[in-house]
């Protein structure tokens, strides 16, 4: 998953959690049935945990470009200027 | 939500804490509940009254009690346990409370009852005070929900009284 697909599947997750909380409490209140509503609930747990946990392809829309192996040889790390630190400690 | 194991950690806290929620807001819709239960005693037959060996009154009678309980059922609701006990003053004892008799009621069907039944418990005074004594038969109820707060109340039946001498 990309990072926007992170963002994506969090939003997704806590909006459908609560959509099906008030769905259950409002569906058991009415029918006078405290079943139905766990009932509801535990699979609006399920659906919710189908769509945002795996790592599916409408996650990872804007994915990152990673540097090309070759290419990266090429641009070498930057050398940290070693000498000038030794000195100042050793005194 | 870096991870399969990350995002599923996540969702499980997450529903979890809503199931908690969900579970007090049920709860206090029972406070929209106004219930109007109503309930009768009748004492058929006083069995026996006698003194103990030890000094202490014991009675034994039976009773008929009907009621119908069921519009304290809501949807919250797990059962309802019922008793009723006989309340009466002593010298000793300002408020003596002695429980005669109890029941489970499972499901709202069975709230509307009728029932001819001698006392489960044993009523035994402290002392020997109850000849001609009045008393006051009190159906106490609890309601028992599924989640939540119990709620306790009870409908107070007066005018009964001991015979004057044992039997």
Redesign the interface.
């Known amino acids: 998953m990309d990072w926007q697909g992170q963002k994506l599947a969090e939003q997704i997750m806590q909006i459908m959690l609560l959509v099906f909380a008030v769905i259950a409490l409002v569906a058991g209140y009415v029918l006078g049935s405290f079943q139905m509503m766990m009932i509801i609930y535990a699979g609006g747990v399920t659906l919710t945990a189908l769509i945002t946990v795996p790592n599916w392809p409408f996650f990872n829309c804007h994915p990152l470009n990673w540097l090309d192996p070759n290419e990266a040889e090429k641009h070498p790390k930057p050398q940290v200027a070693v000498s000038s630190k030794k000195k100042g400690t050793k005194k | ?2 991870s ?1 194991g990350y ?2 950690n ?2 499980l806290t ?2 979890l804490t ?2 908690a ?2 579970c007090a ?2 709860s206090l ?1 029972d406070n929209l509940n106004t219930p109007s239960p109503s309930a009768e005693i009748q004492i058929m037959n006083i069995n026996w009254f006698q003194k103990q060996p030890q000094g202490n009154d014991e009675v034994s009678l039976t009773m008929n009690i009907s009621a119908d309980l069921q519009s304290l059922f ?3 609701t797990k059962q309802l346990f019922i008793f009723v006990s006989a309340e009466y003053e002593t010298p000793k004892n300002s408020l003596n409370q002695v429980s005669l008799w109890d029941a489970i009621i499972p499901a709202k069907e069975h709230a509307k009852f009728w029932i001819h039944t001698s006392n489960k418990y044993r009523f035994v005074d402290q002392g020997n005070n109850l000849r001609g004594k009045e008393f006051n038969l009190t159906l106490h109820w609890h309601v028992m929900p ?1 989640t939540g707060k119990m709620f306790a109340d009870k409908i107070v039946l007066t005018g009964y009284s001991f015979p004057e001498e044992y039997r």
């Open positions: 939500m870096h399969f995002r599923l996540g969702l997450f529903s809503i199931l929620m969900m807001i049920a819709s809501t949807w919250n599924k």
